[in-house]
């Protein structure tokens, strides 16, 4: 059985940091394209942030430097490291593993995190 657990949300104050992470139980984090999502109330859910197995990394336009993906294999686990919080970056935070196979995709879901980001 997949799982992926996220921690690390939370309340912080605009301009403040966060680093969530994203633990895999049941895959290698190492062999999927571990990704970020976010979902605020009323809107639809956006690409945060990614990591490819390969370890190139891709972020939304509204990161601008901010986000930090990454992953630590021994750990089996990716993080998200946010920092000078806004506070439109409030969501709900989601941790995604892709794999595409000839013929096939696995693709996982964590649970979601929320992230406050105010004063």
């Known amino acids: 059985q997949v799982q992926l657990v996220e921690s690390g949300g939370g309340l912080v104050q605009p301009g403040g940091s966060l680093r969530l992470s994203c633990t895999g139980s049941?895959?290698?984090?190492?062999?999927?394209?571990m990704a970020w999502y976010r979902q605020a109330p009323g809107k639809q859910r956006e690409l945060v942030a990614g990591i490819t197995s390969r370890g190139g990394t891709e972020y939304g336009e509204f990161v601008k430097g901010r986000f930090t993906a990454s992953r630590d294999i021994a750990k089996n686990t990716a993080y998200l490291q946010m920092n000078n919080l806004k506070p439109e970056d409030t969501a709900v935070y989601y941790c995604?593993?892709?794999?595409?196979?000839?013929?096939?995709?696995?693709?996982?879901w964590g649970q979601g995190t929320q992230v406050t980001v105010s004063s």
């Open positions: 995604n593993a892709v794999r595409v196979l000839p013929g096939d995709m696995n693709n996982y």
């Open positions: 049941g895959i290698m984090v190492s062999i999927f394209r």
